[in-house]
């Protein structure tokens, strides 16, 4: 098992940055890909971006360019910063983990709100 905890939502304004962190903890020795979803109210959840264990690193056309997403090994924590905000941004941001091409898990989720 693979617990996955998220932090550093928030509100801030259009224009404004944030950093989400992930703190993986269990298995994770395990884990090949570790990434980013985000669910807006009323749409369905996408996929924002990932990064392989090998540090790879891949973004929805959405964030290319705004976000970046990276990893600190030793402290098993995944990163998400989020740059140049903008209103249609605003969504709780899920992060996930894959173990293999059967398991997957998913933190609790982390609101961030971008104000005009």
């Known amino acids: 098992q693979v617990q996955l905890v998220e932090s550093g939502g928030g509100l801030v304004q259009a224009g404004g940055s944030l950093r989400l962190a992930c703190a993986a903890s269990g298995r994770i020795f395990n884990i090949d890909k570790m990434g980013w979803y985000r669910q807006a109210p009323g749409k369905q959840r996408e996929w924002v971006a990932t990064i392989t264990n090998g540090g790879s690193t891949n973004y929805a056309d959405s964030v290319k360019g705004r976000f970046t997403i990276s990893r600190d090994n030793a402290k098993n924590t995944v990163y998400l910063r989020m740059n140049s905000l903008k209103l249609e941004d605003t969504a709780v941001y899920y992060c996930?983990?894959?173990?293999?091409?059967?398991?997957?898990?998913w933190g609790q989720g982390t609101q961030v709100t971008v104000s005009s």
């Open positions: 996930y983990a894959t173990v293999g091409v059967l398991s997957a898990y």
